[in-house]
Nanobody
């Protein structure tokens, strides 16, 4: 499956953005999908995930500010980001494992991630 992110922009601290990730075809159960980010000079880190078991999770620094949700009809995964902070500045990637199995690989915020499909990224810049 191919993934394509969009929605990145430059915003001021306290602002909001919604990132979108369109899949080339519908991802059906079972699946693990998530958003990750990479700031300049830093390693890639998980932002949050959802899976077909109904689980979800977020890294501590974005809890209460970021929400991941999915529109099955539009084959789209979203990342709603509120109260953005300068430290949220990064390239944001969506990723998916469309054949995920809990028995074989974890689906969580932190790696190792099970993702087999990755988008090209969309840039979010937050100024103070």
């Amino acid at each position: 499956v191919k993934l394509a992110e969009s929605g990145g922009d430059s915003v001021q601290a306290g602002g909001s953005l919604t990132l979108s990730c369109v899949a080339s075809h519908n991802i059906v159960t079972p699946y693990c999908m998530g958003w990750l980010r990479q700031a300049p000079g830093r390693e890639r880190e998980g932002v949050g995930f959802i899976n077909s078991d109904g689980d979800s999770g977020y890294r501590e620094s974005v809890k209460g500010r970021f929400t991941i949700f999915r529109d099955h009809v539009k084959n789209t995964l979203y990342l709603q980001m509120n109260n953005l902070k300068p430290e949220d500045t990064a390239m944001y990637y969506c990723a998916a494992d469309p054949e995920w199995s809990r028995d074989w690989s974890p689906c969580g915020v932190d790696g190792p991630w099970p993702y087999t499909s990755w988008g090209q990224g969309t840039l979010v810049t937050v100024s103070s």
